[in-house]
């Protein structure tokens, strides 16, 4: 089991979270961005500065049972499908059931925003938020080693 973190746009806070989880439940922890992010982790992977690159290098890094943070859906979507489970910076857990759906809720959204329409996006993160990624982190380690 590995944590890979999708790092080009995770919260430093989850960053830190995933790092001590992995150290306290012995699970490797790899981070994966581009070169304009300066990232220490133990197992770091850089790569180039074009679009989806990360995506692509995670969704090979990635097999059964190990957990993706991201919060990409369409690269949520590529993981579950290869076995990996995947999770959201603020504690969402991906389901293979709920994916189509909120897919089909990524197209919408596009399609408004390329219409000159507008959607809101996350609120400023708050404690609670790292408590409730922090908990569902460990709810997916304990399933998968279950």
């Known amino acids: 089991m590995k944590i890979i973190v999708d790092a080009d746009a995770c919260p430093k806070k989850v960053l830190n979270i995933c790092q001590k989880t992995a150290v ?82 990524r197209e919408v959204k596009a399609k408004l925003r390329r219409a000159g329409g507008r959607t809101k996006g996350p609120g400023k993160r708050t404690k609670e938020d790292d408590k409730r990624f922090a908990r569902s982190l460990q709810k997916l380690i304990e399933e998968l080693s279950g």
């Open 24 to 105: 306290e439940n012995d699970i490797e922890f790899w981070t994966v961005a581009s070169f304009n992010h300066h990232i220490e982790s133990p197992h770091h992977i850089m790569v180039g500065n074009n679009s989806q690159e990360a995506d692509i290098r995670i969704a090979n890094l990635c097999s059964g049972g190990d957990i993706v943070v991201t919060q990409d859906w369409g690269l949520a979507a590529v993981v579950l499908g290869r076995g990996a489970a995947a999770l959201s910076p603020w504690g969402k857990i991906f389901r293979a059931e709920t994916i189509d759906f909120l897919l089909e809720e």
